[in-house]
């Protein structure tokens, strides 16, 4: 047990180190690509770490209240004009499909049932358990999609931040502990705590981040708080958040990262590719930004993306709600389409 211990500790001493650096450097998103890439190195370097998977439920709640504060009167007026992006998304998962498997076949010598699950632009471990039913190659469906979701948090923060001159800042909250009020805390902490729980009692996927989002919008949506959660306590989430990230990379050589890497990179940016052409047809159709669209079809995970939306001062709920049902749509439609694939 200590020897775990040790290990988390560690693991966390590095994820905040590279935070800081990061931030110090004033580079793109820093407390979360810092604590990513210092793990990572590390992890791939042999270094005995294990990431605080533990504590990641209740991490991905605060990030959840934080990304319910965004929910706003003047912003649920907007919803209905959300259908046409919605509808949009898709039509991208599916041309997405079309290119990516070919990708991962051809190129990455993958069989067809492990092309498929790697290919396929859902959650981590929604993947994983799909890809261990279908009897394909586990390791290789892991590692595929942790790349994924690694490289385009990576290449967004970049673009936007040095190819598009867009600022990309640190995620905080609107204060920190000692300029909240006392009940703004205990209404946040118990949006987080009740949010969780409904989450898992209607099975919801991401349950510890959907459940405390649906409860943490309802709250602000009625005035009851206006707050967000502590400038702190996001910053520490971020931490966590990148060091469980860049521990997924435990047992991996860089003989093995390296061309995995590659191949990931390729992918990410056919993947980019494709929804920022979706964005630009789709601004002209809606009026939404380009840069907002890119980010609400980008192949990142949920929590990250959204992490990545607030870091532009974007509409993180516009960005959240999308990944939520490109989440919600491959969960129903990746067994029904493996199963003709399969075929």
Do not use: K
Request: aromatic letters at 6%.
């Amino acid at each position: 047990m200590l020897r775990q211990t040790g290990r988390i500790a560690l693991a966390l001493a590095l994820g905040g180190a590279g935070g800081w650096v990061f931030s110090t450097l004033n580079l793109p998103l820093p407390w979360m690509l810092g604590a990513l890439f210092a793990t990572m190195v590390a992890a791939v370097a042999g270094l005995p770490l294990a990431g605080p998977a533990r504590i990641r439920a209740t991490v991905v709640a605060v990030i959840g209240v934080l990304l319910g504060a965004g929910f706003t009167p003047a912003l649920l007026q907007q919803v209905g004009a959300w259908s046409l992006t919605l509808a949009g998304l898709a039509l991208y998962l599916l041309l997405s499909l079309a290119l990516l498997v070919p990708w991962f076949r051809r190129v990455g010598g993958f069989d067809r049932r492990t092309a498929f699950f790697a290919a396929m632009p859902g959650g981590l471990s929604e993947m994983v358990e799909l890809a261990e039913v279908a009897r394909a190659d586990v390791p290789r469906v892991i590692l595929a999609q942790s790349l994924r979701i690694a490289t385009a948090i990576a290449v967004i923060a970049v673009w936007f931040r040095w190819i598009q001159g867009v600022p990309v800042g640190q995620v905080t909250g609107q204060a920190g502990f000692a300029e909240l009020a006392a009940a703004d805390l205990m209404i946040l902490a118990g949006a987080a705590v009740a949010g969780s729980a409904l989450g898992l009692i209607l099975r919801l996927p991401a349950p510890t981040l959907l459940g405390p989002m649906v409860v943490s919008a309802a709250l602000h949506l009625t005035g009851v708080t206006q707050s967000a959660p502590p400038a702190e306590l996001v910053v520490l989430a971020q931490v966590i958040l990148g060091t469980i990230l860049g521990c997924r990379f435990v047992g991996i050589s860089a003989g093995a990262l390296l061309p995995a890497a590659a191949l990931s990179l390729g992918a990410t940016l056919v993947m980019l590719g494709l929804a920022l052409g979706f964005a630009l047809v789709l601004q002209r159709l809606t009026g939404q930004s380009a840069e907002q669209i890119l980010l609400a079809y980008a192949p990142g995970g949920l929590t990250e993306m959204s992490l990545v939306a607030l870091a532009l001062n974007a509409e993180a709920a516009f960005v959240a709600t999308h990944h939520v049902v490109r989440i919600l749509l491959v969960i129903v439609a990746a067994p029904v389409m493996f199963r003709f694939w399969d075929r």
